[in-house]
């Protein structure tokens, strides 16, 4: 299983987990939708120095 580490604690956890087991730390939920707009602009600023 993939491990991430708690930025409050530095201690291993499985990378599915939402919650610290350890300190109670709540990892952050990015969603995809921001994912695909950061990719749309990069294409859209790109596409404005290439033309």
Do not use: H, R
């Not at 995809?32 to 859209?44: D, E, Q, S």
Request: aromatic letters at 14%.
């Amino acid at each position: 299983m993939k491990k991430k580490e708690c930025p409050s604690c530095a201690m291993e956890v499985d990378n599915a987990s939402t919650v610290c087991p350890i300190c109670g730390y709540e990892f952050p939920v990015q969603s995809k939708i921001y994912t695909w707009v950061a990719v749309l602009l990069l294409v859209v600023i790109l596409l404005y120095f290439i033309f």
